[in-house]
């Protein structure tokens, strides 16, 4: 994330705010186009030591693939801070991916997100999203939900 702690104005924050929300119910739900559609055209996602999936079309395969690996996935952001960077804006937040099949739920990871946004004719948008795990995949065990 850059260091221009420039703030934007109320409206501005909040669109690029709900991007973070928008992008985690949009995966999580199974719509790779509208998951797409939330990043710019040539929009990236990194995580990190892997290659970029990048452009509208393979965001949605990333979404469709997703869903059939591993569903029952629930995306938690937290932490949300966004600052305006020149004409754009950055941000950075925490997030936890969980699988949710009762009676366990499992945690996917842990990490942090680190995205620039750029202001678009239909609004802000993802440029790139960089994801950094803070542990290993299959670190945590799953937990019975059950009550019992």
Known sequence: ?????????????RE????????????????????AALYTED???E?????????????AD??????????GTRHLVSNVLVRGTGDGASGTAY???????PPAV????IGRYDDEFARTTDGWRIRR???????RPGAVQATDCSGG
């Open 129 to 135: 999203r960089r994801f950094t795990p803070f542990v």
């Open 43 to 45: 929009g990236a996602f």
């Open 1 to 13: 994330m850059t260091t221009d702690s420039r703030v934007l104005g109320d409206i501005d924050q």
């Open 47 to 59: 995580v990190a030591g892997a290659e970029p999936v990048r452009g509208a079309a393979a965001l």
């Open 62 to 71: 990333l979404v469709r693939g997703a869903a059939e690996r591993s569903p």
């Open 95 to 101: 997030v936890v991916a969980l699988r949710v099949a």
């Open 16 to 35: 690029v705010t709900d991007l973070y929300a928008r992008c985690a119910y949009a995966y999580d739900e199974a719509r790779p186009e509208a998951f």
């Open 106 to 109: 499992r945690l996917i990871t």
